[in-house]
């Protein structure tokens, strides 16, 4: 089902909005994900594409359906949310069976379809087991095969893993993942964690303030994020930060003087104090590279298939990518470098990313979530 949202305000007091004419369209099958810090709007956007929170002006569509107006029971949507909100004295089957009882659907085939369902998440053996008999994730997985029982057209999941251990969130993020392509039904993620978002999500609306800030594909809010906001909050470890200043098109970034060419910089002139962007991957050892930093290493942070060296430059902390049988010691002097092309330009005022992006660059467009079928 194509869900489109067209100029929502939405306000809990007379001050501020909490969602400020937003508008998103997300596609038939879709998989979406509303990424942000919290207080940023994106519990209360899908709330009230759930219904249960209707907006104060602007229009929600369900396909050519306007459906500000309809009960969140009459939406055909499946919702798992943060705290499971599993019934405690219920089993695993009746638990899943519920919706379909609430239907009023006969209860041989409420139970035929509970126990396709189970095994579709894999817990055909614990169906007759209570909530409290069952770890974090079977509880997750309770919960989201509760919500695709009775075949939804969409299915919104709020924050679903936030109370997951490191690994069972992996294997959650795998398992919705597979299920949403398996059925192909549109789904709206809501989460602060921009790792669930990038690994799952086909695009993502980064959101703050209430606001859309910018709603792309994960690689390429990754290489071409719109402002420093989304530059900073998307990667991990996230993007370094360099203070420079631009005088026309030479940008002048510690101790040097960099040319910039004509067609690198989306600036027309005059001066303007920059925070220069370098991901850590795009940093490496040594003096290969266009643009030359010395600095001291401040902490080395051992990740099994490489290092983070965190390294001290003039005031400001770097984090780059070593080898992990690569030496690095407290306190050492060292040289890393970075290509001229790999960097970004925010102005330190607006926020707004400096650099040109050609149209031929942006090979990520073309990506189409179809394509992942």
């Known amino acids: 089902m194509k869900i489109e949202l067209k100029n929502i305000c939405k306000s809990f007091n007379k001050k501020t909005n909490t969602i400020d004419n937003l508008s998103l369209t997300i596609e038939d099958g879709e998989f979406v994900a509303l990424l942000g810090p919290s207080g940023c709007g994106k519990s209360t956007t899908m709330l009230m594409i759930a219904g ?39 089993t695993v089957l009746d638990n899943i069976a519920f919706p379909l009882k609430q239907q009023k659907v ?9 126990k396709q369902v189970a095994e579709m998440v894999q817990l055909e053996h ?19 095969a509760r ?20 690994r069972l969130k992996i294997e959650m993020r795998e398992e919705i993942s597979r299920i949403q392509k398996e059925l192909g039904i549109t789904t709206i993620l ?65 101790n040097m003087t960099i040319e910039l060419d004509r067609e690198f910089l989306n600036f027309h002139g005059g001066e303007a104090d920059v925070n220069v962007g370098i991901r850590p991957h795009d940093l490496k050892l040594g003096n290969s590279g266009d643009i ?28 780059f990518f070593v080898e992990p049988n ?17 960097i970004h330009l925010f102005d330190a005022v607006t926020g707004r990313n400096l650099k040109n992006v050609h149209e031929s660059q942006r090979q990520v467009k073309e990506y189409s979530f179809h394509s992942q079928e």
């Open 292 to 319: 030359l930093f010395k600095g001291t290493v401040n902490m080395v942070e051992p990740i099994g298939h490489s290092q983070i060296v965190n390294v001290k430059i003039c005031n400001e902390q770097v984090r």
């Open 126 to 144: 614990l169906l007759d087991r209570k909530p409290s008999e069952l770890s974090g994730g079977q509880q997750q997985r309770v919960a989201l």
């Open 326 to 342: 690569t030496k690095m010691e407290y306190g050492r002097e060292i040289e890393i470098s970075a290509d001229i092309s790999a």
């Open 190 to 254: 809501v989460t602060h964690d921009q790792e669930e978002a990038m690994t799952m999500a086909d695009r993502i609306a980064v959101m703050k303030e209430g606001k859309i800030i910018q709603y792309s594909t994960p690689m390429e809010l990754y290489k071409y994020p719109k402002d420093y906001f989304v530059a900073q909050f998307i990667g991990t470890p996230p993007m370094n930060f360099l203070k420079g200043k631009l005088s026309n098109r030479r940008l002048h970034l510690q």
């Open 106 to 114: 006969p209860k041989e085939e409420r139970i035929k379809r509970a």
């Open 52 to 90: 249960i929170y209707k907006p104060d002006s602007g229009e929600i569509y369900f396909e050519d359906q306007l459906v500000n107006d309809l009960e969140p029971k009459d939406r055909n949507i499946g919702m798992v949310f943060q705290s499971y909100a599993l019934y405690p004295h219920m």
């Open 147 to 166: 919500a695709i029982v009775k075949k939804p057209k969409v299915l919104l999941l709020d924050e679903p893993m936030s109370n997951l251990d490191a």
